[in-house]
């Protein structure tokens, strides 16, 4: 099992830019897929990034792509979303995920989320 913990949302201005982190506990965070999630006010949550457990193969939604990078360093238990030239429409609560390399389906480990807030 592993716990997660994101940090550094916030508010910034359109154009901005944020890098998210997420902390793993555990020792094991290497073999587990990292994602990273948003959901909007009144919309369903959405996949946005993710990152396999050695890094070298990443997805991102078209709506992100040449703008958010995400990345892992697995000696430190974390995971980052570096996102550049925000829009507004990038508003959300965002959340990591995790769950076992090799598996598919459903994300089973969640952070508690941190909001960004895109100002136009």
């Known amino acids: 099992q592993v716990q997660l913990v994101e940090s550094g949302g916030g508010l910034v201005q359109a154009g901005g830019s944020l890098r998210l982190s997420c902390a793993a506990s555990g020792r094991t965070f290497g073999v587990y897929t990292m994602g990273w999630f948003r959901q909007a006010p009144g919309k369903e949550r959405e996949l946005v990034a993710t990152?396999?457990?050695?890094?070298?193969?990443?997805y991102y939604v078209d709506s992100v792509k040449g703008r958010f990078t995400i990345s892992r360093d697995n000696a430190k238990n974390t995971v980052y979303l570096q996102m550049n030239s925000l829009r507004p429409e990038d508003t959300a609560v965002y959340y990591c995920?995790?769950?076992?390399?090799?598996?598919?389906?459903?994300?089973?480990?969640w952070g508690q989320g941190t909001q960004v807030t895109v100002s136009s």
């Open positions: 990152i396999n457990w050695s890094g070298i193969s990443t």
């Open positions: 995920a995790a769950k076992p390399r090799g598996t598919t389906g459903a994300y089973p480990y």
